[in-house]
C-alpha cells in the first residue's frame, strides 16, 4: 500500500483479554518499529524489527508484550492479560532501513475497560 | 539515558507571527536529531532532521538548526498559518551505539488563529 496500515483502528477490550494489534509496513521496508503513546505525552519505542528478527525489544515494558514478524513483511503486537494501563495509541513505522526516513501509521487506539 | 526536553504547551498564535518551540537533548554520542508532526487525523510525519553538529534542517518554511554547544534543536517558522496548527515532536535517534530507536520529546500543540 502506499503508506504504513494499522489495523483496528480502534480497539475496546475487558481487563485480563488477550489483544493483537497489526501493522502492514510499505513494501519494501525492512524495518519496522513499535512505539506507544500514552494521552499528552511523546511515544515511546517498543520494538524493533530488521527482517523477520527483533534487533532492539528493549522497549517491551514485560513479559506480557510480545510481537513477531515471521516474513518479514506484517508484524503483529500482542498483549496478555491486559491491564487498564495498557489503554495507549499504539503506533507503528517502517523505513528502508538505518539512516533512511521513519514512516509512521496512524496507530490503533486501545482501551481496556 | 538518552532523552528529549521540548516547551511545554499549548502555544496559541495568530496568522503570521514567529514561531519558537524550545528542544533540548541528553544523549551519549552523537544523535541525530529530528522534528515530527501530527496534524489533527492524521499520523507522525516527519517536518526536518539534522543529522550532525552545525546542520540546518528546513522544510515548509520551518527550520531548526543542530547546536552541540547548547545541546538543542529549536523549531523557527518566521510566519504561522492556520494549517500549521499541529503537535510538534522533538526527537533523537542513533545515540547509543547507534540505536536505531527514536526518543521523543512530550509534544508541544500549536493552535494558529485567523
Known amino acids: 500500500g502506499a503508506g504504513v496500515s494499522q489495523t483496528p483502528s480502534n480497539k475496546v477490550t475487558e481487563k485480563g483479554k488477550y489483544v493483537e494489534l497489526r501493522c502492514d509496513p510499505i513494501?519494501?521496508?525492512?524495518?519496522l518499529y513499535w512505539y506507544r503513546q500514552s494521552l499528552g505525552q511523546g511515544p515511546e519505542f517498543l520494538i524493533y524489527f530488521q527482517g523477520t528478527g527483533a534487533a532492539d525489544d528493549s522497549g517491551l515494558p514485560n513479559d506480557r508484550f510480545f510481537a513477531v514478524r515471521p516474513e518479514g513483511s506484517v508484524s503483529t503486537l500482542k498483549i496478555q492479560r491486559t491491564e487498564r494501563g495498557d489503554s495507549a495509541m499504539y503506533l507503528c513505522a517502517s523505513s528502508l532501513g538505518s539512516g533512511n526516513t521513519i514512516y509512521f501509521g496512524e496507530g490503533s487506539w486501545l482501551t481496556v475497560v | 539515558g538518552d532523552s528529549v526536553t521540548q516547551m511545554e504547551g499549548p502555544v496559541t498564535l495568530s496568522e503570521e507571527a514567529f514561531l519558537t518551540i524550545n528542544c533540548t537533548y541528553t544523549a551519549t554520542g552523537y544523535p541525530s536529531l529530528f522534528w515530527y508532526v501530527q496534524y489533527p487525523g492524521e499520523g507522525l510525519q516527519l517536518l526536518l532532521k539534522a543529522t550532525k553538529a552545525d546542520d540546518k534542517g528546513s522544510n515548509k518554511g520551518f527550520e531548526a538548526t543542530y547546536r552541540k554547544e547548547t545541546t538543542s534543536f529549536h523549531l523557527e517558522k518566521g510566519s504561522v498559518q492556520v494549517s500549521d496548527s499541529a503537535v510538534y515532536f522533538c526527537?533523537?535517534?542513533?545515540?547509543?551505539?547507534?540505536?536505531?530507536?527514536?526518543?521523543f520529546g512530550k509534544g508541544t500543540k500549536l493552535t494558529v488563529n485567523p
Open positions: 526527537a533523537l535517534s542513533g545515540a547509543q551505539g547507534g540505536s536505531e530507536k527514536l526518543v
Open positions: 513494501s519494501g521496508h525492512t524495518a
